[in-house]
């Protein structure tokens, strides 16, 4: 497998030429830093972009992020400094059960909202390595970044900047979708939801982590006016789940943990109770 047999175009979900034009539309795409930018600006000019990476910040020799990024060099550091004890003995809980899963991949891995490459960092520690992997994000400079950062085999794992609404992949690629906390940082989770079920192959599998949030609680009002709060609520996540035709559902509490204040995170809000989470659904 070759990541350009998985692509199409966005717009009109038609296949691409070698050189990344649209059969259809002739809407042009590119591979820039490694990265495959499939972002149609029509459909995701209303998505934020949350990263402030520069191409300057990619063709560093040094790649942590600077103060226009994420207020310092050393953001991660500070950023888990400020959790509470409690989330961070969840987090890891989370992440150790996560693991039981990734031992058993194969085939075509996608890891939803890449990001900085928590979760892909996971993916390649796993003695099981015979799966390949493709990271997904909106951002081509985060995944940029994250490909500097990881230095991974380019014959195993590929780097696509795509919409997770109106993602540039074909019906049926992928054997697993992973992540971490795609749902709560992605608006419109219904048509997420809907994508991840059409890029699954049959019996194909999703393996989510993220936390779930209550309903009367003021994280829940901030979510509902960031449009986010479907991906943040048990009950309206599994009932889209479900909706979209994912069967053998199953959502696990983990741990949960009173938030504190971070400035990095605009969910939850401090004081909030978060439940740690993990689902899977099958196609």
């Known amino acids: 497998m070759h990541i ?7 717009k009109c ?6 050189e990344l034009i649209c059969n259809n539309c002739s809407t042009s795409y ?27 910040d990619i063709l560093k020799d040094d790649i942590s992020l600077n103060e226009e990024n994420n207020s310092n060099p050393n953001w991660i550091q500070d950023y888990y400094s400020k959790m ?4 961070k003995i969840a987090q890891q809980k989370q992440s150790d059960y996560m693991k039981n899963w990734f031992s058993n991949l194969s085939g075509v891995v996608c890891d939803l909202a890449t990001g900085l490459g928590s979760n892909l960092q996971r993916l390649l520690d796993c003695k099981n390595n015979l799966f390949k992997i493709v990271c997904i994000d909106i951002s081509r400079n985060v995944l940029a970044i994250t490909r500097k950062n990881k230095k991974t085999d380019d014959t195993r794992v590929y780097y696509v900047a795509t919409d997770c609404r109106y993602m ?17 940082n992605i608006p419109q989770s219904n048509k997420v939801a809907k994508e991840l079920y059409r890029v699954l192959k ?18 829940y ?18 009932d889209e789940l479900k909706k979209t035709g994912f069967i053998n559902i199953e959502s696990i509490i983990i741990d949960k943990a009173i938030w504190n204040e971070n400035p990095y995170d605009l969910l939850p809000v401090a004081g909030d109770m978060q439940y740690f989470y993990i689902i899977t659904a099958e196609k």
């Open 4 to 10: 350009i047999d998985l692509l199409i175009c966005p």
């Open 13 to 18: 979900k038609c296949e691409l030429t070698l």
């Open 30 to 56: 590119n591979k820039e830093y490694g990265v495959y930018d499939m972002i149609s600006k029509k459909l995701s000019s209303n998505q934020t972009i949350l990263w402030n990476i520069t191409d300057e």
């Open 84 to 87: 509470s004890i409690e989330t």
């Open 168 to 184: 540039s992949i074909k019906d049926n690629s992928f054997d697993y979708i992973t992540s971490i906390a795609a749902f709560g």
């Open 202 to 219: 049959p019996t194909g599998k999703l393996i989510i982590e993220g936390t779930y949030i209550d309903k009367n609680s003021e994280s």
């Open 221 to 238: 009002k901030l979510a509902k006016n960031k449009k986010l709060e479907k991906g943040l609520v048990k009950e309206y996540l599994l």
